[in-house]
């Protein structure tokens, strides 16, 4: 499979692709900044599967040896619609500028299910569920992880645990390729300074 719906602000990309974390990598590469605070938000909670795409993604990244990169929300400590604003106040008052990458869930069509949208601006977080959230994100990361339709808490509870799981490692993944990029420019940059 290959990619769909790509253009300069937005890619489409399939979980099934073999090299999926690695084109997630190079579009995050591409657009994250080298000088500012990067901040992985992950959205979501660990009460409902569907759900559960950022908090897992956050989990993930939790037991990687990060340098460059900020997580906030993980299974242990979810980011979700109770505590999203004051997370969001909270990271604006930690870091000067920061870069905010927005990774949540969300329910589509059958033929988007299981594939993930990363892209350039902001996410609505608690969409799929009627939740009236500010948009947060310089760049978001959205993982279809079941259909949309009547009854959608109730599809996201119901949605499988593999499919979630499984496109958390590749998005986690991904960024831990981003977090190793930034980590080695950093780095050069250190040494052109240092001349």
Excluded: W
């Amino acid at each position: 499979m290959t990619s769909i719906n790509c253009n300069q602000n937005s890619m489409n990309l399939h979980t099934k692709e073999q090299l999926f974390a690695k084109n997630l990598f190079h579009f995050i590469q591409n657009n994250v900044p080298h000088d500012q605070p990067i901040i992985v938000l992950c959205i979501g909670t660990d009460r409902s599967t569907g759900d559960s795409l950022g908090p897992l993604v956050g989990h993930y990244l939790n037991y990687k040896p990060l340098m460059k990169l900020q997580v906030y929300g993980t299974i242990d400590e979810p980011v979700h619609a109770k505590n999203l604003e004051e997370t969001i106040l909270n990271i604006h008052n930690q870091y000067d500028h920061p870069y905010i990458i927005a990774v949540d869930a969300a329910l589509s069509t059958m033929p988007k299910v299981k594939t993930v949208d990363v892209g350039i601006g902001s996410l609505s977080p608690g969409a799929a569920v009627k939740k009236d959230l500010p948009p947060i994100g310089d760049l978001y990361i959205k993982g279809y992880v079941n259909v949309s339709g009547f009854m959608e808490f109730s599809i996201l509870q119901n949605t499988r645990l593999s499919v979630v799981m499984h496109m958390a490692k590749q998005i986690a993944q991904a960024l831990y390729y981003a977090d190793t990029h930034l980590k080695q420019q950093s780095s050069i940059f250190k040494l052109k300074g240092a001349q």
